[in-house]
């Protein structure tokens, strides 16, 4: 459509605009063939849908299905029909619109609520489709099709679950079992060898025989610490024979400050834990450790499961007032930031609670329905809306009147700051003029064109080149064209003793701000009524359906789960809390039967489930379904405890078989799944590296703390981007600490344990990989930090064997691997190391590299 | 497979039951390199990427915009609402560099690439491509992992992932990154995502040790090494007989031997020094500015003759000037970039001719999105997922093509657009990988590169 057909309406409108803005009344009235309308190549038509696209983008979330304050912009009906507010569009007066008004934040209401302005672009589409008539008439979606589409999409959101999908063992609620009765010798105490020894026996399957001491104290030791014991330890428990000296041993180490270190280590790959913030900027989150602390003490005081899970969801709505519950609250902001949108932040906090805590992969079902699990997408978005409302919290870990003095200080001198700043300003102004004017005179002709156009004569083009400009001369533009030493340098003595004065005013200031509090990454919400969640269709924000209202997994719970209203005063919508409620009550099938086959995991090499955060159809099934039930129950009735559960796992005697292979089972059975020896699993990544420093003799066992920065190679980061990593040298004993306190930054990770399968601190990992791989021997092999470690290693041999090659063979091979060396090997490491200079150290090197060392036997 | 575990335990020395026992079961030690066939046919065997990390301005190389001189300092009209990532959008900047038609295709390249101009007839031009995302991270993540999020393999893992490599004493999949820095989110690029680690791609650096933690000690001499590593599989051979079916305990031993190996091939197999003068010069080794991009594409060159899988080079590092990412002073900023690496990317393909390896070596160049039309600060453009240019060359494709178009502004793609998934479907499929085949199972859901997405883009197979 050509602009004069809209020739005379732009005058009207132009009028109108200029009445109202009043400054611009002269241009306006003179020159009314200029209005903004006649300028716009776009048609009335395309108009229409341009603003159409707006509302569907940023306003049809709330004035949609939702018809907030009664409006719905998704019909030229709804529109013209206003909301409770009066009439939303006055045709051809955009000044007179209530929805121009909001969406230029003139007058009470600001749209969109809660978000950024909208681009100016934006503004002016919807200026101009005001202008040109303010009607959505001409857009098929707006006339009728559309809610006739949503209606049709409603009835699809439904997805019902069938008896039969119910009835799939993973969503009955777990029940105790008979134990079987077993007749093998020693195997009828512990629940755990009834069940395990009957299903063997029915597949003609006999268990190995029993482990010696030594490969017991070893594996119990790298299981539960994750550190191997020392020769004083291996020989005290080799020479005590009383009858419970197994189970003595197991409860000393339940009771170690280091068992809550290791088996936080492994909550961390569920909950992708790291100590930055990924992507492009790869923030440091300094303050994220003390959730890794948090993890460590409730391990180490036995936190009873339900409560761990209702902390981490809801400690804020638990707990407000308890600092260790808002810490616990960090398990809501281990995600990465950077990447997607708030729908694919959410989306991370579903998939990652879902799989914690389900074993289910809900975030499957965000576009569609499940395609092999019994999850609606319904139940995805009854999810979400739950973690929607969420936001970040910086919790403060002092007293409320501190966190209030802190802020009156800080504002107080803000306050003292303001007038200075100004005032530095004015003295720069005369000089930044003149490089300003230099510098447009290097301009190509028809921007210098734009600059001197008169401001109320610019063509659109125009304006915005003049504001580039002006931007890019400016002394906070990122191109650093005009820098404040260029200013400095064209100002006069006088004036420049004036300006450093100033300056120095503001840096005396500055330095007296109180320094930060200390703080905990915590969530909260803005309060107990939240906005709206609606299910999207296709996943898209640009086909949502109904509103939601909060839910749990539908598959696993009959009917409604009833959430709780907060009471009167709350700040959030206590969804989590429900939420975590419906977790840890009595008849939830999965929540139990999920950590139990996690600690079987860790205890055994494989969970009883392989897959342990897939419990649905795309997971295996479990090999014993009656243990898993029984220790489900158990572990329930036992009040949560886990260390009751690690107690059972690791009394029965299935935990205490040999690891060695026969030929007969393994025809039968060659994967091991009916646990009839215990497997051989090579160490993690951390693991490897205390194992080596423990044998050297320098890992420094203090617990928690903020994490440290261990030497990397520079090549490997240095060269990227602003990101830096200030690694302490190998010989630093701030770095002899355990692994997990190396700091986790996502962008740099440390090689040897990226090498050695440490998982990629963005997914939640249920099992790591364990590959065999060339550049694993080459760290072990040439790693400076291994290196160094081997010489500490060799020095403190030789200070504790003396100078005899087979003492020290001797000593060496006690510390690495916890047993007397063999004749053989007593007489060729005697000889290697008496066949060279560096012998010794060579010797002590290759213990770090065997099998042996590597293993947990 | 690379080893039986007949032919392992015979040079480890492994016991007479162990055999028995793996004869009975049929197992072999996994190798997760170990060649594997293709499953559909192949048409390259190995992919060399060139990764333009800050976005490569296509309106100012491979997709000319006359037009934008008619037009320069007005706004695009019917485009909708325009986003910058840096705010400050100006009015619409001509390219400062014009642009010339070229070979037999008569495919018209801006004189910024006077060398790969040459090659037109080789290269399939995609000028419709497009990105969800325009800031560097996601857009990065993307080009590399398919999706915007992290946390995904990338295309090198996958490729390897499904093919294996031919030469197992080098790394499958490497990584070279520029001498000013490496891309922003690091690492994380090349990652085997929740892939298992062989496939994570290893950085090559030019200094120094090429692999980090590849050369052994300094005071080690290769005697001494030697005898270390008899002592370690004498010792390790006691533990291993008591687990004769244990086949994960012999691969450990035996990638000790994979890893000694490395230690001589890796340096051999980038060490230019050992090619022509001749060859060199194709390159422009030798010669500033191609010195630094050319030493790594000739040895991309090497590594993919020696069968290396996948070689991705960055040319780019760090923020703003020192890579592509012209946010101001368009003309300095991808003048340097593009003499750095014109030469030396017609050069390769010369060099990659003259060996007969064009046909089964494909080569990938793109950046992580293009930049848009208008200026920012005054001289510099911002980015633009919204239409870009790649091309690909050698195994099978079909040289001289363009495919697709952007609009009139060079804004975004609007003739027959093509999505980053099915960039990686085209490339999966040139490998002889069947992209909607190729899964790993991992938090119960079958992923592949592409997703639920991809298509061939059968426009430029040959």
Redesign the interface.
Do not use: C
């Given at each position: 459509m050509s602009p004069r057909k809209f020739g005379r309406r732009s005058i009207v409108s132009g009028v109108a605009v200029a009445l109202v803005w009043g400054a611009a009344v002269a241009l306006r009235a003179g020159a009314p063939q200029e209005s903004a309308l006649g300028q716009d190549p776009r048609s009335a038509d395309q108009l229409a849908k341009d603003a159409y696209d707006i509302f569907k983008k940023s306003c049809i979330e709330c004035h949609g299905p939702a018809k907030e304050g009664g409006l719905d912009l998704r019909t030229e009906e709804g529109l013209q029909k206003g909301g409770r507010n009066g009439k939303a569009v006055v045709a051809h007066k955009p000044m007179e619109s209530l929805i121009y008004k909001a969406v230029m934040h003139d007058g009470d209401l600001w749209m969109p609520e809660d978000a950024d302005k909208l681009p100016e672009a934006s503004l002016r589409t919807i200026q101009l489709w005001i202008e040109s008539g303010g009607s959505l008439a001409t857009v098929p979606e707006a006339m009728g099709g559309a809610v006739v589409d949503l209606e049709d999409l409603r009835k699809r959101e439904l997805r019902p679950i069938t008896e039969e999908e119910r009835n799939d063992w993973a969503y009955k609620a777990p029940v105790r079992h008979q134990v079987p009765t077993v007749s093998r010798a020693g195997w009828s105490s512990n629940p755990i060898d009834g069940f395990l020894l009957d299903a063997m026996t029915k597949k003609g399957l006999t268990p190995v025989g029993p482990a010696d001491r030594r490969t017991l104290i070893r594996r119990v030791y790298l299981d539960v610490l994750g550190l191997p014991p020392t020769p004083a330890e291996v020989e005290a428990f080799v020479a005590d024979r009383s009858a419970d000296a197994w189970l003595r041993l197991v409860d000393r180490l339940l009771a170690s400050p280091h068992y809550g270190e290791r088996w936080a280590r492994h909550w961390m790959d569920l909950v992708r834990y790291a100590d930055s913030g990924g992507y492009e900027f790869d923030v440091d989150r300094p303050e994220m450790y003390r959730y890794r602390d948090y993890l460590i003490n409730a391990f180490n005081t036995d936190k009873p499961y339900d409560l761990f899970v209702k902390e981490q969801l809801a400690g804020d709505e638990i707990a407000p007032e308890s600092d260790e519950a808002m810490i616990a609250t960090g398990f809501l902001r281990l995600g990465p930031e950077g990447g997607g949108n708030r729908l694919d932040a959410v989306d991370d906090l579903v998939s990652t609670t879902t799989l914690t805590f389900l074993g289910m992969t809900v975030g499957c079902a965000r576009c569609h329905n499940h395609k092999f699990d019994p999850i609606p997408q319904m139940d995805y978005y009854r999810i979400q809306s739950i973690f929607y409302p969420t936001t970040a919290v910086e919790h403060a870990l002092v007293p409320a009147h501190d966190v209030a003095a802190h802020r009156d200080a800080t504002q107080k001198i803000e306050t003292q700051l303001k007038p200075l700043r100004a005032k530095k300003t004015d003295i720069e102004q005369p000089y930044h003029q003149i490089i300003i004017d230099r510098e447009i005179a290097k301009l190509p002709e028809y921007l210098q064109t734009a600059w001197h156009t008169p401001a109320d004569k610019r063509t659109e083009g125009q304006r915005l080149n003049v504001r580039q400009i002006e931007d890019t001369l400016g002394l906070s533009s990122l191109r650093k064209l005009v820098r404040e030493e260029h200013l400095i340098e064209l100002m006069p003595g006088a004036v420049k003793a004036q300006h450093a004065d100033v300056k120095a005013q503001i840096a005396t200031l500055d330095r007296q701000k109180p320094r930060r509090l200390p703080t905990a990454r915590a969530i909260g919400e803005r309060g107990p009524e939240p906005q709206p969640v609606h299910f999207l269709h296709r996943g898209s924000p640009d086909a949502p359906g109904s509103a939601v209202t909060p839910g749990v997994l539908s598959v696993a719970h009959r009917g409604e789960w009833t959430f709780p209203a907060p009471p009167a005063g709350a700040t959030s919508s206590w969804r989590r809390r429900g939420f975590a409620e419906w977790l840890v009550q009595k008849d939830n099938p999965l929540t139990a039967r999920v950590m139990v086959n996690r600690l079987w995991q860790h205890h055994f090499g494989e969970g009883i489930v392989r897959t342990p955060s897939s419990f649905g159809k795309m997971g295996e099934a479990p090999s014993h379904p009656e243990l898993l039930d029984w220790l489900a129950v158990e572990f329930v009735d036992r009040g949560w405890s886990m260390k009751a559960m690690h107690r059972l796992m690791l009394t029965s005697q299935a935990y205490q078989m040999a690891s060695t292979d026969t030929s007969a089972n393994y025809a039968i059975d060659p994967e091991n799944r009916m646990f009839w020896r215990m497997p051989r699993v090579r160490l993690e990544a951390e693991v490897i590296r205390d194992h080596i420093m423990a044998t050297s003799g320098t890992l420094n066992l203090t617990v928690g703390g903020p994490a440290m920065f261990p030497y990397i190679d520079p090549d490997l980061f240095e060269k990227s981007s602003n990101r830096n990593w200030d690694g302490l040298p190998d010989s630093d004993p701030a770095t002899w600490r355990r692994s997990l306190y190396v700091f986790s930054k996502r962008s740099i990770r440390y090689p040897m344990f990226e090498t050695f399968d440490q998982p990629n601190l963005i997914n939640s990992i249920d099992r790591r990989n364990r590959t065999t791989i060339a550049p694993q021997a080459l760290i072990l092999m040439n790693n400076q930090m291994v290196l160094f470690q081997v010489g500490r290693f060799a020095e403190r041999v030789r200070a504790e064997a003396g100078a005899d090659p087979t003492q020290q063979v001797r000593h060496a091979v006690y510390l690495a691997l916890g047993r007397p060396a063999d004749a053989l090997e007593l007489q060729k490491g005697a000889e290697f190391i008496a066949g060279s200079s560096e012998g010794l150290t060579e010797f002590c090197h290759i213990l770090f590299n065997l099998n042996e060392f590597l293993y947990r036997p | 497979m690379l080893w039986s575990r007949r032919e392992l335990l015979g040079r480890l020395g492994g016991g007479v039951a162990g055999l028995a026992?793996a004869d009975?079961?049929g197992?072999q030690p996994?190798n997760?390199?170990a060649p594997k066939a293709p499953t559909i046919p192949a048409r390259a065997k190995a992919v060399i990427s060139i990764f333009c990390y800050g976005g490569v301005s296509h309106i100012d190389t491979w997709d000319p915009k006359p037009d934008l001189v008619k037009w320069?300092?007005?706004?695009m009209?019917?485009v909708?609402?325009?986003?910058t990532v840096?705010g400050?959008?100006?009015?619409?900047m001509p390219s400062p560099w014009t642009f010339r038609k070229h070979g037999q295709s008569g495919i018209a390249v801006s004189e910024l690439f006077p060398h790969m101009a040459e090659h037109v007839d080789d290269i399939a031009l995609i000028r419709s491509m497009y990105g969800v995302?325009p800031?560097?991270?996601?857009a990065l993540?993307q080009m590399n992992t398919g999706t915007?999020?992290?946390?995904s393999p990338s295309v090198g893992s996958w490729v390897t992932y499904g093919l294996g490599s031919e030469n197992q004493n080098l790394?499958g999949f490497i990584v070279f990154?520029?001498?000013?820095?490496?891309?922003?989110?690091?690492?994380?690029n090349w990652?085997?995502?929740?892939l298992?680690?062989?496939y994570?791609g290893?950085?090559i650096?030019d200094?120094?040790s090429p692999?980090?933690?590849?050369?052994?000690?300094a005071?080690?001499t290769e005697d001494?090494q030697r005898?270390?590593l008899r002592?370690?599989h004498?010792?390790?051979e006691?533990?291993?007989d008591?687990?004769?079916?244990?086949t994960?305990?012999s691969?450990?031993?035996y990638?000790?031997e994979?890893?000694f190996r490395?230690q001589t091939h890796a340096p051999e197999a980038i060490d230019i020094s050992r090619e022509s003068d001749a060859t060199k010069n194709l390159y422009g080794v030798g010669v500033e500015p191609t010195d630094y991009f050319g030493r790594q594409a000739l040895m991309a060159r090497r590594l993919v003759e020696r069968g290396v899988r996948y070689v991705q080079i960055f040319s780019g590092?760090?923020?703003f000037e020192p890579s592509w990412d012209a946010?101001?002073d368009l003309k300095g900023n991808h003048g340097l970039h593009c003499a750095e690496t014109d030469k030396p990317l017609a050069g390769l393909i010369k060099d990659l001719k003259s060996r007969g390896m064009f046909d089964e070596t494909l080569i990938v160049w793109h950046g992580e999105f293009g930049r848009l039309p208008?200026?920012?600060?005054?001289d510099g453009r911002d980015h633009n997922n919204k239409g870009f240019s790649v091309w690909l060359a050698g195994g099978g494709v079909k040289g001289g093509t363009v495919v697709g178009a952007t609009d009139h502004y060079g804004y975004a793609a609007a003739e027959n657009p093509k999505s980053i998934y099915e960039l990686h479907a085209t490339i999966q499929h040139l490998m002889g990988i069947d992209y909607e085949k190729s899964t790993y199972?991992?938090?119960?859901?079958?992923m592949r590169l592409t997703d639920v997405h991809g298509r061939v883009i059968r426009e430029i197979l040959a």
């Open positions: - | 026992f009975l079961l197992q996994r997760p390199l320069q300092g007005e706004t009209q019917g909708g609402e325009v986003r840096m400050n959008p100006g009015g619409l995302s800031a560097h991270g996601p993540f915007i999020l992290a946390g790394p990154t520029d001498h000013r820095g490496g891309p922003i989110n690091g690492p994380p990652s085997n995502g929740y298992p680690a062989a994570q290893t950085q650096r200094t120094g692999i980090v933690d590849l050369k052994p000690p005071d080690r001494e005898r270390w002592m370690l004498e010792m390790n006691k533990y291993g008591n687990h004769p079916l244990d994960e305990l691969t450990r031993v990638s000790y994979l890893a490395m590092g760090g923020n946010h101001w208008i200026s920012e600060r005054m199972r991992f938090n119960g859901r079958d």
